[in-house]
């Protein structure tokens, strides 16, 4: 990619993906999100069409399984990209948004979409419990915090159609929007009064023992892991979630001193290509080493939870470190993420990932029961025009509003005085 290529592109930024007014935007964080969302959706495509000859040890289901990691990558993204504006006053930087201003931010990123896409797919093909007397649970987000009552409404499906099941990832999204600015007024009591080195290395402390809870409650204590609160809250993912925290504090701390970036991050930084080499060698590693099923469903033991939260946690940490410390015209990285193919794929990405799985499961176990390549490339060309007809007339429209206030949106004008 010609240098310069990421700063035409983001300069007309779509305003689905930019930033708070006056805050630094990362172009390559949109074709992060593209990379992941498409190996979410290769995942999903083994998973309905019974994998390769079966859910066994093979090189191939092995090979694809493993890419359920690109949900690490998600929740990063959303801890830095939502954090990093909240403490950038913290080293000089522009004041954070207001909590009202945040919340309807989210709200319209994340609601009207879905509930279009939830109805539409309700009414064809036809998902099962959406306009049942617990229609609320699914229009909430609410489903998975309560799984136990609400999924009553679905008793008798077998073919995933109870409302969107990757909504689970909504759903923890969601609880860490609401968790994000308590947890950013506690850290700003901390931060006061420090010096910058202080505050830093209070909070990463602060990231690190949370980290820590989140992943040894979640393998020692499997009665609170399989608990809906838990497992589909951010309390069970706060490792990748705690991550973009902690890139975010870095981020704000050496924005204008980059020079002073720890060494080893700095390294990384600078040598985007090996990062990659080194995230794609530990990845290799986890295929072969860890039970080829996806992190949601396994059997895993203490040790084998640990271990796969750690190596994914890894993984994702060298995948983005270019995008949030690298330079966004240099090297393979930016080179993939910036194209302008995967920075559209970027945009879309929302609306990919709740069309899909729909279409996925009615392609591979709904009765047609098509192969992985013909679900996989079917899938991708029926849900690409679907999102981008959402993205559109949907999420573009509405997210021009993100920075009026709900009072200037829906209020009504005073008469002018002559």
């Not at 522009?94 to 896409?117: D, I, K, Q």
């Not at 980059?258 to 080499?277: I, K, S």
């Not at 679907?386 to 008469?415: C, D, H, I, N, Q």
Request: net charge positive; glycine share 8%; aromatic share 16%.
């Amino acid at each position: 990619m010609a240098s310069g290529q990421v700063e035409r592109s983001a300069a007309a930024v779509p305003d689905v993906v930019a930033p708070p007014p006056r805050h630094p935007r990362f172009p390559l964080s949109d074709g992060a999100r593209a990379f992941a969302v498409i190996s979410v959706m290769i995942c999903h495509v083994w998973l309905f069409t019974g994998g390769f000859g079966g859910f066994t040890g093979s090189l191939p289901n092995r090979l694809v399984v493993r890419l359920d990691g690109a949900i690490a990558i998600f929740f990063f993204l959303s801890g830095f990209l939502l954090y990093r504006p909240m403490i950038a006053h913290r080293a000089d930087g522009p004041a954070s948004p207001t909590v009202g201003a945040y919340a309807w931010r989210r709200f319209l990123r994340v609601y009207p979409v879905y509930w279009v896409v939830l109805t539409a797919l309700a009414v064809f093909p036809g998902l099962v419990g959406v306009f049942t007397d617990r229609w609320y649970t699914f229009y909430s987000l609410g489903f998975y915090l309560d799984y136990a009552d609400a999924s009553k409404a679905c008793i008798g499906d077998s073919g995933f159609r109870c409302g969107l099941p990757q909504s689970w990832t909504l759903t923890v999204e969601m609880t860490f929007y609401l968790m994000l600015p308590f947890y950013a007024w506690l850290t700003a009591r901390i931060a006061r009064g420090r010096t910058l080195r202080s505050w830093i290395r209070a909070e990463l402390l602060l990231i690190a023992a949370l980290s820590a809870a989140s992943v040894l409650v979640g393998a020692f204590f499997p009665s609170v892991r399989d608990a809906s609160w838990f497992r589909f809250s951010f309390l069970a993912h706060f490792l990748w979630l705690g991550l973009g925290l902690a890139a975010a504090i870095l981020s704000v701390a050496y924005h204008h001193r980059r020079q002073e970036l720890p060494t080893l991050l700095r390294l990384a930084a600078d040598n985007p290509g090996a990062c990659w080499v080194l995230a794609l060698a530990i990845w290799v590693v986890e295929v072969f080493t860890i039970v080829p099923t996806p992190f949601t469903v396994a059997p895993f033991g203490p040790g084998g939870y640990v271990v796969l939260h750690l190596v994914q946690a890894a993984v994702a940490v060298l995948v983005l470190i270019p995008v949030f410390f690298g330079n966004p015209n240099f090297g393979v990285p930016a080179r993939f993420l910036g194209h302008p193919v995967m920075l559209w794929l970027g945009v879309l990405s929302y609306g990919l990932y709740l069309w899909s799985v729909t279409i996925t499961v009615d392609l591979g176990v709904g009765g047609a029961e098509a192969g992985f390549g013909a679900v996989l490339v079917l899938s991708f060309l029926i849900s690409l025009p679907l999102a981008a007809l959402t993205y559109y007339l949907v999420e573009r429209p509405l997210m021009v509003l993100k920075y009026r206030s709900p009072r200037e949106v829906f209020g009504r004008r005073r008469p002018s005085q002559g």
